[in-house]
């Protein structure tokens, strides 16, 4: 006796009302891209770049109290080659920044940074020579979480925008490959043979207007040192 | 009776026997609570800390900075920075401090390397925040700042939000990382 196979056919383009593909029972349909992105947004490979005490709010998150495993998040990794979600927590100094972006340029594509509490996306309250005023002026931040330090809840509710982040936008094939990191390799070239730069950059020009700046010109700080 | 509480530490005879063998106008001394603090100019710096070390038994526990620029009631006349060494003695438990002024355009003094080993990271901290040269230090290097770091933060007339060093990195963008 003849068994008729369960399913359905998949529709057709416009005009034609069957495809003439036939989907068999269970089968979804989706998009790969789709697909790609549920598979990474529920298995983010956390990089903790914890500075200061808001590391210590990042480890709670980590424990089972609040449990970042029920995000897919748990996999907190110290070797930058293994991670595709950084989190900065904590106060950057100048002598940091040079690493921070050393760690974000060897973490692979695709990657995601995560700014976590108000030290790392402003300086905080450390208005000083030494603390950098913001950590997204110089790597890309996908999500800022604000505090000093930030609820639990609210890293876990960031690693959800995260999630919702991934899942819309990436794509499977969009992965340049090679070309990308030839182009990287002349940044990276451009960056350490370049001269030194004034001090004070463009959009901090202003600074200035409380008088904190002294007469005697801006000082020139050398790029390759602590690269 | 008194009612002054001030704890002696260096008691007075251990002062005057340094002051007998070192001589008068090597040092002066003034002291508030129970600190006192030999003034000492940097030329008799080391042969005062010799001294002190190989016939009084002190040992070095801090050094440290001071800029005293705008400072209230100071004169114009006095050393714009400071260095003290805090000395303590391990048996007697004696303490003293050394003073030591300098001022621009040169603060220069003697390293005390030579004579306290453990100077030397404590010299080049105030090295690094102040810009004093210790002359004949072994490594003056900044140990704080990044080496490309050209002023010294904690001098009085350097603004608190720096001059810009903080905000001069590249910017590492989506399309470059
Ligand atoms: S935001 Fe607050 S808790 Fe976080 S690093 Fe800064 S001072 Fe610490």
Redesign the pocket.
Same mark, same amino acid.
């Given at each position: 006796m003849a068994v008729t196979p369960k399913g359905f056919e998949l529709p057709g383009k416009s005009g034609k009302s069957s495809s003439g593909v036939f989907a068999p029972e269970g089968t979804i349909v989706t998009s790969l891209d789709a697909v790609v992105n549920w598979c990474r947004k529920n298995s983010l490979w956390p990089m903790p770049f914890a500075? %200061?005490?808001?590391?210590?709010?990042l480890m709670a998150v980590g424990s089972s109290r609040f449990d970042i495993a029920r995000f897919g998040a748990e996999v907190m990794r110290f070797s930058p080659r293994q991670c595709d979600l950084m989190i900065v927590?904590?106060?950057v100094v100048m002598k940091m920044m040079p690493v921070l972006q050393r760690i974000w340029l060897q973490m692979p594509e695709p990657k995601y940074a995560i700014s976590?509490?108000?030290? %790392?996306s402003t300086g905080?309250?450390?208005d000083t020579y030494a603390v950098v005023q913001g950590v997204d002026r110089f790597i890309p931040i996908d999500v800022y979480i604000p505090?000093?330090?930030?609820r639990p809840e609210s890293i876990l509710r960031a690693v959800m925008d995260m999630q919702s982040k991934v899942q819309k936008g990436g794509s499977a094939l969009g992965n340049q490959g090679l070309p990308e990191l030839r182009q990287m390799e002349e940044q990276l070239i451009q960056i350490r043979t370049r001269a030194g730069l004034p001090g004070v950059a463009t959009e901090r020009a202003d600074e200035s207007r409380f008088g904190y700046r002294l007469p005697g010109g801006e000082s020139l700080v050398g790029r390759t040192e602590t690269r | 009776m008194t009612t002054k509480q001030t704890s002696k530490p260096l008691p007075d005879a251990t002062l005057a026997r340094i002051r007998k063998r070192c001589g008068e106008g090597v040092f002066s001394v003034s002291s508030h609570l129970d600190n006192l603090r030999l003034y000492v100019p940097g030329s008799k710096l080391v042969e005062l800390a010799t001294i002190l070390r190989d016939e009084f038994g002190f040992h070095l526990t801090e050094l440290g900075g001071a800029d005293y620029l705008g400072y209230p009631g100071r004169s114009p006349a006095s050393h714009r920075f400071e260095v003290h060494y805090v000395l303590l003695n391990y048996d007697t438990a004696e303490r003293l401090i050394l003073k030591s002024g300098v001022s621009d355009p040169d603060p220069t003094l003697p390293t005390l390397v030579p004579v306290w080993l453990g100077a030397g990271w404590m010299e080049r901290e105030v090295f690094d925040m102040y810009g004093i040269v210790f002359q004949g230090h072994p490594d003056l290097r900044r140990i704080l700042m990044p080496e490309e770091f050209q002023s010294f933060p904690l001098r009085k007339d350097y603004p608190l939000r720096g001059r810009g060093e903080r905000h001069n990195f590249e910017r590492v963008t989506r399309e470059d990382s």
């Open positions: 500075t %200061a005490c808001c590391g210590i709010e927590a904590g106060r976590m509490g108000a030290c %790392a905080g309250i450390f505090g000093c330090p930030p | -």
